[in-house]
């Protein structure tokens, strides 16, 4: 692939997040053109937010898929945007509990993303129902730790986050079943080879000889799983 194409290719991947910032900068450029400077300061941390792929992906020597962006950059959006900058929260309830079941499906995505990553670089040999088990934690714990942050935050600055504990727990069971829902497609395509997106998150051959000649990581290509043994491993 010549640099040119190179070049092409990242812009692709990256669209999603540089339609978010060009969004994001427009609200935060219109705000402080009209002298309101508050209203400028949450599209200009969501503007640096999505700029966060960049710096991952150079540290960690990776990829990032489209389809992982771009439910980033629809969560920077559905989220802090709409939900607190356009008071989509406040016009449907709801609308909190939707961003969470929606982020758990980011988060559990991004797990496997990760596992992965590992699995290919460390030549790993995981059962199905061990790498399920991790989807399903980081999930759940990045859950924990958001309404650890959105308690300290009503504690020490005086937000309103955590109306009641009904609403904490529901917004943690959901992230958390989303992820569930996340790990159980995932245990269908190690062993029946259902839902084959997962290949583009694993790096799975029939993915990686399509784009190997652009990936940073040397995909080394793997056995089929096998029903009903939960184990998969690399081509020996």
Request: glycine share 6%; charged share 15%; hydrophobic share 55%.
């Amino acid at each position: 692939m010549n640099t040119l194409d190179s070049k092409r290719s990242t812009a692709r991947r990256h669209a999603p997040l540089i339609v978010t910032e060009v969004i994001l900068a427009a609200f935060a450029l219109t705000a402080v053109f009209r002298g309101n400077g508050t209203e400028a300061l949450l599209p200009s941390a969501l503007f640096l937010a999505a700029l966060v792929p960049l710096p991952v992906e150079k540290l960690a020597a990776v990829r990032i898929p489209l389809r992982l962006q771009l439910l980033y950059a629809l969560l920077l959006l559905s989220g802090p945007f709409f939900g607190s900058h356009l008071h989509f929260y406040a016009v449907w309830s709801p609308w909190d509990t939707v961003v969470h079941f929606f982020s758990g499906f980011l988060i559990a995505l991004a797990a496997v993303f990760a596992l992965g990553v590992t699995i290919r670089r460390y030549r790993l040999v995981l059962p199905v129902w061990f790498e399920a088990a991790v989807v399903i934690s980081v999930s759940a714990s990045v859950a924990m730790l958001w309404e650890f942050a959105e308690f300290f935050a009503d504690l020490t600055i005086g937000t309103s986050s955590q109306l009641t504990n009904t609403d904490t727990m529901t917004d943690m069971v959901v992230g958390t079943l989303s992820a569930v829902i996340v790990a159980a497609a995932f245990i269908l395509y190690r062993q029946r080879g259902w839902f084959s997106a997962f290949a583009g998150l694993l790096g799975d051959p029939e993915i990686t000889r399509e784009s190997a000649s652009s990936s940073p990581l040397t995909v080394e290509p793997r056995r089929s799983a096998t029903v009903g043994d939960g184990r998969h491993g690399p081509t020996g």
